[in-house]
């Protein structure tokens, strides 16, 4: 199958969500509901993933879909931090970009803020 950068960009994208998460396909699947089969042929971009599927694919490995995607705030924010305690970066920058996607989606639902 050919396909765009783009999906090519959201595969590599699942499959560093499956090693951060530590998870490997058969777990994936498990957690899914989809075939491991499926999975497989999903990360071999032999089979396109369904928006209903990449939902789930980001609720099993702790990432949302804009950062499977890459359609979120994460190429807009900018950020400079300082870690303490031996926390890693690029967890901190993970949950940073986590809450700012919430903060997006919650201004696109026209959720009000609480004081």
Not at 21 to 44: C, E, M, N, Y
Not at 70 to 91: F, I, L, P
Request: charged share 25%; hydrophobic share 45%; net charge positive.
């Amino acid at each position: 199958m050919i396909h765009s950068s783009g999906v090519s960009e959201m595969i590599s994208a699942i499959e560093s969500a499956l090693s951060s998460a530590g998870l490997s396909q058969r777990d994936l699947a498990a957690r899914t509901g989809l075939s491991q089969s499926t999975v497989h042929r999903i990360l071999k971009g032999e089979r396109n993933v369904k928006m209903p599927e990449l939902i789930r694919i980001a609720d099993a490995t702790g990432c949302t879909v804009a950062q499977l995607t890459g359609e979120g705030v994460a190429k807009r924010v900018v950020c400079a931090a300082r870690s303490t305690n031996g926390a890693k970066m690029d967890v901190m920058r993970q949950r940073l970009l986590h809450f700012m996607e919430l903060d997006a989606y919650l201004d696109d639902q026209a959720i009000a803020k609480v004081l």
